[in-house]
């Protein structure tokens, strides 16, 4: 009996992957966008579902259960960017993006675990992000997103142990997707204290993402977890030097680690 996986944020980059790669081994993918344009594509069936609706994550859900009547795994992918100094970005954009990348992914397990609790088993893998282990210069808000959720995995993992319910998150580093495109950014704008710094910062950015590695990596990497009897409560995926990074925090002071920051950022 084939596996049902539902993923959020599967139109594009690493969901879009993500999706499509389970498809070829054989399970039963539904892929979630605010607007999806067709009911299928490429074996990949679409539900529609914004995470910062909890509505429509309901609905999702319900269809999903409707058609199947299970759910085996969930892949919680569906998240967005935002740069910027913090001094210079509305506190409206700080609360919409952790609707979006914290709220959102607790509502959509939320909406699982009564499915799961009753088939006594299922898996939720958190796509997080390697920027969610440190303070990054101009991404703060992101990285504290991807942090929070980080340690919120590690305490719903506890919770959920004793219903036979599987936790784990997946930290990516940059790959080529179009994740630039739609994240908010505040303007870098010439009377701004912080333009030259700013201005760089976001060039390097988009400049990691356009050389990162091909998504596919994530693909095969949440398939070897979701094939894992006991899955570890972190995993980090990307280039050496970005998942060595963590390592190094761990092991650095933390003023010497932060010159490296500085320093990699020409700050």
């Not at 429509?56 to 409707?66: C, G, K, S």
Request: glycine fraction near 8%; charge should be positive.
């Amino acid at each position: 009996m084939s596996k049902v996986v539902l993923i959020t944020g599967a139109s594009s980059g690493i969901g879009k992957s993500i999706a499509e790669y389970l498809v070829n081994k054989q399970y039963t993918v539904y892929g979630t966008s605010r607007n999806p344009k067709e009911d299928m594509v490429n074996g990949v069936h679409f539900l529609a579902l914004d995470v910062t609706k909890k509505e429509t994550i309901t609905h999702a859900v319900e269809q999903l259960l409707d058609r199947e009547g299970r759910v085996d795994y969930l892949i919680n992918n569906a998240g967005r960017g935002i740069t910027g100094p913090l001094e210079e970005i509305p506190e409206s954009e700080l609360k919409a993006i952790f609707d979006t990348n914290y709220f959102g992914p607790i509502n959509v397990m939320k909406a699982v675990l009564p499915a799961m609790r009753g088939q006594k088993s299922g898996m939720i893998i958190n796509v997080t992000s390697i920027a969610g282990y440190m303070g990054l210069p101009y991404r703060g808000p992101y990285s504290a997103t991807k942090g929070a959720l980080a340690l919120t995995t590690e305490a719903m993992r506890m919770e959920l142990k004793e219903f036979n319910i599987q936790l784990t998150n997946v930290a990516p580093g940059d790959f080529a997707t179009n994740i630039a495109s739609g994240r908010f950014h505040a303007p870098a704008c010439e009377d701004s204290p912080y333009y030259k710094n700013y201005s760089m910062s976001l060039s390097l950015m988009d400049e990691h993402v356009d050389e990162g590695g091909n998504p596919i990596q994530m693909a095969h990497a949440v398939h070897k977890i979701m094939n894992t009897g006991k899955p570890a409560v972190h995993y980090k995926v990307g280039a050496f030097l970005q998942k060595f990074s963590v390592r190094l925090k761990g092991l650095l002071p933390n003023k010497i680690f932060e010159k490296m920051l500085l320093n990699h950022y020409k700050l």
